[in-house]
Each structure stands twice: as C-alpha cells, then as structure tokens.
C-alpha cells in the first residue's frame, strides 16, 4: 500500500517518530487498527462521509436511546 502524504503532515509523522521512538510504519499500523475496531458510524464520520448536523442528529438519537433502556430508576434520575 502507498499512501499519499502532505508535506505538512510527513512533518507531524517525522515529529512524533523522532519524540516517541515508534516508527511511522507502526504509528500507521495503529492507527488503521484502531479505525477498524470502531463501529461503522465512527468510521464513516472520521472519514468526513457524516456531516456535523447528521452526527449531531445521530447522537442525540443514540442518547435517547440509551435513556431509553436504562432502569426506570435511572431514566427518572436523569429526568430530575
């Protein structure tokens, strides 16, 4: 694989390898590892695909839902 890099953003890589030992390969490699542990909706907003107004949208709904399936103890703490 061959990755496109900005000049900008090889500064940042050289930096952090030269500060913390870890070659840019390996900060790569961890980086794309913890891209795909996350859900499909975090994947898709770290790749600009949601918009600020629809993730905005969608954690408000996940929220909700979370409220939602909590004991009725909880839900009527959080309403107070």
């Known amino acids: 694989m061959q990755l496109n890099i900005t000049p900008a953003t090889l500064d940042v890589l050289n930096e952090t390898a030269n500060r913390t030992g870890i070659s840019k390969t390996m900060m790569a490699e961890r980086v794309f590892e913890w891209f ?10 770290v790749l600009g695909v949601l ?4 993730s905005s ?3 408000q ?5 979370m409220v ?13």
């Open 61 to 65: 709904m996940i929220l909700q839902e």
């Open 68 to 80: 939602n399936r909590s004991p009725p103890e909880e839900q009527e703490r959080q309403a107070s």
């Open 57 to 59: 949208k969608l954690g």
């Open 36 to 45: 795909a542990s996350q859900e499909e909706l975090i994947q898709l907003r």
């Open 51 to 54: 918009t600020d107004e629809l």
